[in-house]
């Protein structure tokens, strides 16, 4: 199901985009799946995956910033119909790096909605993620890549968590910087929150050609609208 507001003027890829026909040979033309055991599709697929992130990232980038500001109100605005009422609910959101959507004013509104905020902390390469409380005023420190992170605060299980995503398909798989921090985290929480990707329309790709371990999320959120699997 996909819910946007209007398709009119979209400034997303090329029909062709995120299927070139240099990938077309990593999928079985019987069922249409993409192999996780042949090691040439998988270097294959990495070596497509990092093009695919550079490419994205740059589009991002060259967003002016003033219009970035107004997506990320949009985005905010599908965020609190979609979520409707958050009290009592522990929401693990993001801060914004590498012109990823800027969300950190609804973060911090969330006290005022009867909600906890979370943020993500990497604890060590190829783990899952800690979710630790953080509120407006709270202190941050450096942490991977130099993004914020709390100094302190409590490691909760989030009910939501809101992950950025560099690209995503119409099946609600995201396209992340690569390190595998949300699918390994996601995999490993002892209960499945809801879980939204959030990104710009214009970041869509046809398919991410999905893995055993790609997670999916259960809506993509973007200025357009929201998409469900």
Not at 19 to 39: F, R, Y
Not at 84 to 105: H, Q
Request: charged content about 25%; aromatic content about 6%.
């Amino acid at each position: 199901m996909i819910a946007h507001d209007n398709d009119a003027g979209r400034d997303g890829p090329d029909e062709d985009d995120g299927s070139p026909a240099c990938m077309m040979h990593l999928v079985d033309p019987a069922s249409g799946a993409l192999s996780d055991e042949d090691p040439r599709q998988q270097q294959d697929l990495k070596r497509w995956r990092t093009v695919e992130r550079e490419r994205l990232i740059a589009l991002r980038l060259a967003i002016p910033a003033e219009e970035r500001r107004g997506l990320s109100d949009r985005i905010a605005r599908e965020l609190d119909r979609l979520l409707g009422d958050l009290s009592g609910k522990t929401v693990a959101a993001y801060l914004p790096f590498r012109g990823e959507p800027d969300l950190r004013f609804w973060i911090e509104g969330l006290s005022l909605r009867g909600a906890t905020a979370a943020l993500p902390v990497v604890v060590a390469p190829r783990s899952p993620l800690e979710f630790r409380t953080w509120s407006r005023g709270e202190p941050l420190r450096p942490g991977v890549w130099n993004i914020p992170v709390p100094a302190g605060g409590t490691v909760v299980t989030p009910d939501v968590v809101i992950a950025p995503v560099v690209g995503y398909d119409a099946a609600c798989y995201r396209l992340g910087h690569g390190g595998g921090f949300y699918d390994r985290t996601l995999a490993a929480l002892p209960r499945r929150p809801r879980i939204l990707g959030v990104g710009y329309e214009r970041l869509a790709l046809r398919t991410i050609y999905p893995q055993t371990y790609d997670v999916p999320m259960d809506a993509i959120v973007t200025e357009a609208g929201v998409s469900t699997r």
